[in-house]
Structures are given as structure tokens and as C-alpha cells.
């Protein structure tokens, strides 16, 4: 199942000042599974470092159980006015509006639209 990680765009420091940018966030997907054998609702994640932490945590971002039938919810795939970039699938991470990013995504998630925000 792909994985969506939202994150900061910033790593934080012990005072709270941007130290480089984040490299977390970004859609992660299966691709040493063929797509038709991957769930296509991807898992959402927040990624958290606080000033002063150690190391950063991950959490699952779950809702409320509905009914049955309903439909999944539908996931951002922007932060910070951009997409957020589909990480490990080519030589470099991809943003998933480029051809390649995209086709990648679309092999492996239902895309709405184009992902960005309704205007």
C-alpha cells in the first residue's frame, strides 16, 4: 500500500530556527510489488521532529470508523503551495505532476483531478 508522509517543510532546531528542509514528506510507493496485488488508499503519516528532539516520530493518521460503504477520504497530495514529491521513484525523487512522477502515482493511487487545490 503507498504511503503519504506529511512533515514540516523545515527541520527545527533546539531554538526553533529552520536548520534544512525536510526530507521526509513525500509519497512513498510499493514499487517492489506490482500494482494490481496493492491496495490503492494509500496510508496517511505525519512525520513530527520538535526542537530540542533526538530523533523525529512517525504517526499514522487515522479517522473515525464510518459506515460501510463509504468511500475512502481524500488525501492532499500538496504542502506548502507544491505537490508533494514521489520519493524513490526514479534516480531522483519526482514530483508527481512531472510525466514520469505522475505515471508512477497513477499506477498505484486513485488521483482526483490533478491533486491541487480547487481555486
Excluded at 504511503?3 to 514499487?31: H, K, M, N, T
Excluded at 475512502?72 to 514529491?85: A, D, I, N, W, Y
Aim: proline share 11%; net charge negative.
Amino acid at each position: 500500500r503507498p504511503v503519504i508522509v506529511y512533515a514540516e517543510p523545515f527541520v527545527l532546531g533546539s531554538q526553533g530556527d529552520a536548520l534544512e528542509p525536510d526530507r521526509f514528506a513525500g509519497v512513498y510507493l510499493p514499487l517492489m510489488w506490482s500494482p494490481d496485488v496493492c491496495v490503492r488508499v494509500p496510508l496517511p503519516m505525519a512525520f513530527t521532529f520538535q526542537p530540542g528532539d533526538v530523533c523525529g516520530h512517525f504517526s499514522a493518521l487515522v479517522g473515525i470508523e464510518g459506515k460501510s460503504g463509504d468511500p475512502p477520504p481524500k488525501l492532499s497530495l500538496m504542502r506548502t503551495g507544491s505537490v508533494l514529491p514521489v520519493r524513490f521513484g526514479a534516480e531522483e525523487d519526482e514530483e508527481w505532476d512531472t510525466v514520469d512522477g505522475r505515471s508512477l502515482l497513477d499506477q498505484y493511487v486513485d488521483v482526483v483531478g490533478d491533486g491541487r487545490p480547487i481555486t
